[in-house]
């Protein structure tokens, strides 16, 4: 079985490559490199003992992607991660995010379409939930208006697979992540994020290890417990884990509508101040961190219902905060060195 892992030496995609071969799949990688490296190949080697097939292409160039998929006519199954994901970068450059985030979707769809079957796994968000009423968030929960041009291409992408397999023989899993932490246990894989990270969890390791000064918490006036902002922190190979079983789920013909829709989270919130006592847990370290004004746009609590990809998928994650953490600095320890 020959899978195509667009995106597949991003943050998600490099642990989800390595899943996908650890289970036996023939993994083949588009990535234009915008926002990775040639070297996770390695990485993945490392962990694998295998490297995948790579292809070194731009998404958005059209006649690049027909002539893909005529190279690579007997492929399985496409996982789609590549698109671009800063939510700040969005709001000032929002056609980069429209080009990018669905141009590129509409020309992998266009030759999928041309294919008797076709199975395809989506990276969604749920930041298409923005603040929803009701914790935990399921899957029924209202969609809201987007708050940012990369939400709206996560809320549109959604919509265009679900027209486009209406009238196809594409099947689709449409997954939305909650908040993606951690990196391999092995320290072979982790996220880069260039620049100042946008991301909690990256930015307190990068404090961690003296790369930046202090940590900004923006907020302790939340009605949350401790004030601080809640979000659903998911391990990424738990995350990477998930899309193995989609995957299985659309080849075994399993799946019980043309489009499904799973939200990917461990289902427990935690507060920003919980986050930085499990890296110091972790790491023997004080966090020098200080307490700024709310930011704009942030909500104040979303953690994932996890019943559907529970019983319905049949998966769950297996790893706690503190394991995430401890990955998570073990990766910004061996960057650095
Ligand atoms: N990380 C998160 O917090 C999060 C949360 C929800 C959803 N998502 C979604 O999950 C997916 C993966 O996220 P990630 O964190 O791994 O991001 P990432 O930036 O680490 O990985 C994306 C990869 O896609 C590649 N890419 C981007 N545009 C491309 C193009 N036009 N052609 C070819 N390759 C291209 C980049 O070089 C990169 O390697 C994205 O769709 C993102 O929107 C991420």
């Known amino acids: 079985m020959k899978i195509l892992v667009t995106?597949?030496?991003?943050?998600?995609?490099?642990?989800?490559?390595?899943?996908?071969?650890?289970?036996?799949?023939?993994?083949?990688?588009?990535?234009?490199?915008?926002n990775s490296s040639e070297d996770v190949l390695k990485g993945i080697e490392a962990i694998t003992g295998k490297k995948p097939l790579f292809e070194k292409l731009d998404l958005r160039d059209k006649a690049a992607v027909q002539d893909f998929f005529k190279k690579h006519a007997d492929v399985n199954g496409v996982i789609h991660f590549a698109a671009s994901k800063a939510v700040g970068e969005s709001v000032g450059n929002p056609?980069?995010?429209?080009?990018?985030?669905?141009?590129?979707?509409?020309?992998?769809?266009?030759?999928?379409?041309?294919?008797?079957?076709?199975?395809?796994?989506?990276?969604?968000?749920?930041?298409?939930?923005?603040?929803?009423?009701?914790?935990?968030?399921?899957?029924?929960?209202?969609?809201?208006?987007?708050?940012?041009?990369?939400?709206?291409?996560?809320?549109?992408?959604?919509?265009?697979?679900?027209?486009?397999?209406?009238v196809s023989g594409i099947n689709a899993i449409l997954l939305r992540y909650f908040n993606p932490i951690g990196a391999h246990p092995s320290a072979e894989i982790g996220e880069l994020p260039l620049g100042i990270p946008q991301n909690l969890v990256p930015f307190i390791t990068q404090t961690g290890i003296g790369l930046r000064k202090e940590l900004l918490v923006y907020g302790n006036d939340y009605p949350t417990p401790d004030g601080t902002c809640i979000r659903d922190y998911i391990h990424v190979v738990d995350l990477a884990k998930a899309h193995v079983v989609a995957l299985q789920r659309l080849l075994n013909k399993k799946n019980q509508d043309k489009v499904e829709t799973f939200n990917l989270g461990t289902g427990v919130g935690s507060s920003v101040l919980e986050v930085i006592n499990a890296f110091e847990k972790v790491s023997g370290k004080k966090l020098a961190y200080r307490i700024v004004d709310r930011r704009e746009g942030d909500v104040t609590l979303a953690y994932a219902d996890t019943t559907k990809a529970n019983d319905v998928l049949g998966w769950k994650t297996q790893s706690t905060l503190e394991q995430a953490m401890e990955s998570a600095w073990k990766w910004e320890q061996k960057i650095r060195s």
């Open 7 to 34: 995106g597949g030496l991003g943050f998600i995609g490099s642990h989800t490559v390595v899943e996908l071969q650890n289970e036996g799949f023939e993994v083949v990688v588009i990535d234009n490199l915008s």
């Open 95 to 166: 056609l980069l995010y429209y080009e990018n985030n669905i141009s590129a979707l509409v020309y992998i769809l266009q030759e999928l379409e041309k294919k008797e079957n076709a199975n395809f796994i989506f990276s969604s968000s749920c930041t298409v939930y923005g603040q929803a009423k009701t914790m935990p968030i399921n899957e029924g929960s209202e969609v809201q208006p987007a708050m940012s041009p990369y939400g709206n291409t996560k809320q549109i992408g959604e919509e265009i697979i679900t027209d486009v397999a209406k």
